[in-house]
């Protein structure tokens, strides 16, 4: 049994510190009211990059959560289509809320 407990643990932390603790509903909800899959889902590329690649892109650097933070609260300028617009910022205030959509991208 404890061999059973241990090894369950071993493989949930193998299948990545982000997908811990991600609340998938409320960030998809969130993600949804903000209009963020008019230009993202997760597997495939539309105006934006997929989430998985997005995922693949950062997962292992040091400083992904931070990035990712910043890209989705303060709407730097992305080009879309060869024009420049700024790009959605997450309609929300609440720090817990960001971070958890932030974990979602991460752990695709
Ligand atoms: C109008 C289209 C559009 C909408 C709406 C949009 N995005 Fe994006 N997003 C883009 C484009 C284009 C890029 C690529 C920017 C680049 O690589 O320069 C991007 C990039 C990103 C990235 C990767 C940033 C990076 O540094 O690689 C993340 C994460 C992201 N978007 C999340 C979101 C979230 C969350 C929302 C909703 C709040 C959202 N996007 C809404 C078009 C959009």
Do not use: W
Not at 40 to 45: E, I, R
Not at 84 to 93: C, F, G, L, N, V
């Amino acid at each position: 049994m404890r061999t059973l407990i241990a090894t369950a643990a071993l493989a949930l932390a193998a299948s990545g510190a982000y997908a811990q603790n991600v609340d998938v509903s409320a960030a998809e909800g969130l993600m949804k009211k903000s209009g963020c899959f008019k230009c993202h889902s997760v597997t495939a590329k539309k105006d934006g990059p997929s989430y998985k690649s997005v995922a693949e892109k950062y997962k292992t650097k040091p400083d992904a959560v931070a990035t990712l933070t910043k890209h989705i609260t303060t709407g730097p300028t992305v080009k879309i289509d060869g024009k420049e617009e700024k790009h959605e910022i997450i309609k929300t205030k609440d720090e817990g809320e960001i971070k958890n959509v932030v974990a979602y991208i991460l752990s695709r």
